[in-house]
């Protein structure tokens, strides 16, 4: 599978009690470990026995070296995973409370989504997965997956904001998965059945 899309180093927090916004809170734990909604699909289907690869563009910093490193590791193909001069690795503080809830702050430098693509006209792969974060990623993705009938998957966030990037995975993409937030922003619905008819309808 070719995952696209974004890859972070994650800094999990894990607290004893709920967050109470303007208070301090003292973490019983703290793991650094990899995010990235395509980077952690990558992960997965690696660690299932499929053939992964990530197409995604990084900072040329040690944060992006210790993400590559970490997908590496877990034997996912990083040959398509760009790192730029000058700009940082997305970087996420995630919180996670005591009942399991996470609160996340996510650091990503607009200047990485606006990068171009490599071409992947060379990719070998049965399905595409993209996040709708990287534009460019995004509609290079989906035209291979459409151009070799393989299933295109996009993965709608609630971060998929632009509007030209929604209307390119409204119309090449085979599946969509939403969150039930995502699924709300999109449609102005909070009837995720009625969001979906309304999705179905214009797809």
Same mark, same amino acid.
């Given at each position: 599978?070719?995952?696209v899309?974004?890859?972070t180093?994650?800094?999990? #927090? %894990?607290?004893?009690?709920? /967050?109470?916004? =303007?208070?301090k809170?003292?973490?019983?734990?703290?793991?650094?470990?990899?995010?990235?909604?395509a980077?952690?699909?990558?992960?997965?289907v690696?660690?299932? =026995?499929?053939?992964?690869?990530?197409? =995604?563009?990084?900072?040329?910093?040690?944060?992006?070296?210790?993400?590559?490193?970490?997908?590496?590791a877990?034997?996912?193909? /990083?040959?398509?995973?760009?790192?730029?001069?000058?700009?940082? %690795?997305?970087?996420?503080?995630?919180i996670?409370s005591? &009942?399991?809830?996470?609160?996340?702050?996510n650091?990503?430098?607009? =200047?990485?989504?606006?990068?171009?693509? #490599? &071409?992947?006209? *060379?990719?070998?792969?049965?399905?595409?997965l993209?996040d709708?974060?990287?534009?460019?990623?995004?509609?290079?993705?989906?035209s291979?997956?459409?151009?070799?009938?393989?299933?295109?998957?996009?993965?709608?966030?609630?971060?998929?904001?632009?509007?030209?990037? /929604?209307?390119?995975?409204l &119309?090449?993409?085979?599946?969509?998965?939403?969150? *039930?937030?995502?699924?709300? &922003? #999109? %449609?102005g619905t909070?009837?995720?059945?009625?969001? #979906?008819?309304?999705?179905?309808?214009?797809?």
């Open positions: 599978m070719l995952c899309g974004q890859a180093l994650d800094h999990v #927090l %894990t607290v004893a009690d709920g /967050i109470v916004v =303007g208070h809170h003292v973490a019983q734990r703290h793991d650094v470990v990899g995010g990235g909604l980077a952690n699909a990558a992960v997965a690696a660690r299932l =026995g499929g053939a992964a690869s990530l197409a =995604g563009v990084i900072g040329d910093d040690e944060t992006g070296n210790t993400v590559l490193a970490g997908l590496r877990e034997h996912v193909a /990083i040959q398509l995973v760009q790192q730029v001069a000058g700009l940082a %690795t997305p970087f996420s503080a995630v996670v005591a &009942d399991g809830a996470r609160t996340i702050v650091h990503s430098p607009s =200047g990485l989504l606006a990068q171009p693509c #490599l &071409d992947l006209g *060379e990719v070998v792969c049965d399905a595409v993209v709708g974060r990287w534009p460019a990623g995004t509609t290079a993705a989906l291979l997956a459409r151009h070799r009938g393989v299933p295109g998957v996009v993965d709608v966030d609630r971060s998929t904001v632009d509007g030209a990037v /929604i209307a390119t995975c &119309d090449l993409a085979s599946h969509l998965v939403f969150s *039930e937030d995502a699924l709300r &922003d #999109l %449609t909070s009837s995720a059945t009625d969001g #979906l008819r309304r999705i179905s309808r214009d797809t």
